[in-house]
Nanobody
């Protein structure tokens, strides 16, 4: 069964940290560029970060220097380490797998940054 399952979301205070995890199954993981997207209420889904199978990363300007994406190809896992969190980081965070074979989305995990 092809699926992506996110975990690690929650409530955190401004300035805090969280690590999101995404477990992939049913896919040839190395063929996919993995990414994290987010969608806040009333806003469009936006790219947060991507990582190729070789480890090349890309970040949205709004998270550069605060977030770090990584992957473990042998475990079919991708992570998003989030630090110095701000209230504007509050959103549903989605894991994405993208390749010439098509795209796959996870169900999302909620991150709320609030005091």
């Amino acid at each position: 069964q092809v699926q992506l399952v996110e975990s690690g979301g929650g409530l955190v205070q401004p300035g805090g940290s969280l690590r999101l995890s995404c477990a992939a199954s049913g896919i040839t993981f190395n063929l996919y560029v993995m990414g994290w997207f987010r969608q806040a209420p009333g806003k469009q889904r936006e790219l947060v970060a991507t990582i190729t199978s070789g480890g090349t990363t890309k970040y949205a300007d709004s998270v550069k220097g605060r977030f770090a994406i990584s992957r473990e190809n042998n475990k079919k896992m991708v992570y998003l380490q989030m630090s110095s969190l701000k209230p504007e980081d509050t959103a549903e965070y989605y894991c994405n797998a993208d390749s010439v074979l098509g795209g796959i989305w996870g169900q999302g995990t909620q991150v709320t940054v609030s005091s």
